[in-house]
């Protein structure tokens, strides 16, 4: 099998290339392309691949590649974890929040939304180039904000694109071990979890029948065991009655958050920013790239969500795992490829998709939504693709929440796709974390001067031209 990595200059592909080399995923990929439009990260990440320690002719062939269509040739599958605009371009999508008094995230917010502005129109000719050159291959997206991206994309690829987080998957994993059941590596049986990316509940924990989430719930010292225990507090927990994804911790605690990122001698952005400045060049000079990135690695992991820590505790060894895209991206390529039917959290649509486009008339996963709206569910995956299993009706506060922020990343991509500025300044306008119209017209203007190219996208502003 044919692997194609669109940002094989990523700091993550590193991780990839190790679990195709040991474990269930040996052998799975014969040939790994890298395709990156910046030579020198290619370079880089070549070095940390050569220098890892996975013993001789234990990983696939790598291939660097900086022309698309020759990447994607005789492709099969496709992992795309691009960043427009690099890291410098969170730091704008975190600032520019900032400095309107809101929060600056890089997937939550205002900042998300300048993200999948920037992100969307790539990935949209990401997807018509895989139609040109291979148009039997998958498209497996990490690129964020990834429910949004993988939505903007259904219409071009139909049931042939895949978004993949590894934050619910995590938390469901995470809540297991604390119940004492760790669940079976790709099995959801007896799991609830319904929301969007970034923005979802653990509703139901049952891998044996009973639900354990309860117990969990009302428990200190298991809840104090794992990272979302110990972020939201048994208070919150047992007042939801569930277990948040990590991300809601913008939303339930929106003016700490801003406070502590405002606090921080620099935004996240602007620390991997810096980081990756010198990293990569490094990487190329280093006698052990490898073990360069990887200590960087470990750095970065350790800063995850920081501002949400703000008592100075250290993330635990289980928070640390390396993130898990991977493992969660490779389940989904075994299973598409007949090595076993998968059972994992994705972004997929509401109701199943056929190749053509056309919706299944089958019952939506999450009611209360639209089934064409792209949701982040426990989901089936068979040679045939992935299809998202029903779960049962959030309540109203949770539904009321996932429908306006369904209703943002609507708006988002129709200013992409059709080049409307209104529609731009309506999705940050009606955003939970914005809710003015007046700031709503203010980020977009901030954005557009920090990505002269939004504007270009977007048409020219009213009385101009």
């Known amino acids: 099998m044919r692997l194609m990595i669109a940002g094989g200059g990523g700091f993550r592909v590193p991780l990839v290339y190790r679990a195709l080399c040991t474990g269930p995923f040996a052998g799975l990929v014969s040939e790994l392309v890298l395709f990156d439009v910046d030579g020198q990260r290619l370079q880089a990440i070549q070095a940390v691949l ?29 992992f795309a974890a691009i960043r427009p605009g690099g890291t410098a371009g969170r730091i704008a999508d975190e600032r520019v929040a900032l400095d309107l008094g809101l929060l600056g995230q890089e997937t939550t917010g205002a900042g998300g939304i300048s993200y999948a502005l920037r992100s969307i129109p790539r990935m949209l000719e990401l997807a018509q180039a895989m139609r040109r050159h291979c148009p039997g291959a998958w498209l497996i997206n990490f690129t964020n904000p990834a429910g949004m991206v993988t939505e903007a994309l259904v219409p071009l690829l139909g049931n042939r694109v895949i978004g993949i987080c590894d934050s619910a998957g995590g938390l469901a994993q995470r809540a297991a071990r604390a119940a004492g059941v760790p669940l079976e590596e790709g099995n959801l049986d007896g799991v609830g979890y319904y929301g969007l990316n970034h923005l979802g509940w653990l509703y139901r924990l049952a ?10 719930l009302a428990d200190p010292a298991a809840l104090e065991s794992m990272e979302e225990g110990r972020l939201f507090g048994q208070h919150t927990l047992e007042k939801l009655g569930c277990l948040p994804n990590e991300y809601l911790y913008y939303y339930y605690q929106t003016s700490q958050a801003t406070q502590a990122i405002r606090g921080q001698r620099q935004t996240r952005g602007a620390s991997i920013h810096q980081q990756q400045h010198s990293l990569y060049p490094d990487l190329l000079r280093a006698e052990d790239a490898y073990a360069l990135w990887d200590a960087a690695r470990r750095s970065r992991e350790e800063g995850y969500l920081a501002e949400a820590r703000t008592h100075g505790e250290q993330r635990d060894e289980s928070d640390l795992a390396g993130g898990g895209y991977e493992r969660v991206a490779l389940s989904v390529m075994r299973a598409l490829s007949g090595g076993g039917t ?68 609507r708006l988002t991509i129709r200013a992409v796709r059709d080049h409307d500025r209104e529609a731009a300044v309506q999705a940050f306008a009606s955003h939970p974390l914005v809710g003015s119209e007046l700031l709503g017209t203010q980020l977009l203007a901030g954005y557009e001067e920090a990505f002269p190219g939004m504007a270009g996208l977007l048409g020219v502003r009213a009385g101009q031209g």
């Open 207 to 216: 891998p044996g029948g009973a639900d354990l989430l309860p117990g969990l």
């Open 342 to 409: 998968a059972q994992l959290i994705l972004n997929v649509p509401n109701a199943p998709v056929l190749p053509t486009g056309s919706l299944h008339p089958a019952e939506v996963a999450v009611p209360g939504l639209p089934p064409d709206a792209v949701v982040e569910v426990p989901s089936q995956v068979t040679p045939d693709g992935a299809v998202a299993v029903a779960q049962e009706r959030p309540p109203g506060p949770f539904l009321t929440l996932m429908q306006r922020v369904k209703e943002v990343e």
């Open 50 to 78: 050569r220098d890892m320690p996975t013993g001789p002719g234990s990983g696939p062939a790598v291939v660097a590649c900086s022309d698309l269509g020759q990447a994607l040739t005789g492709t099969d599958v496709v």
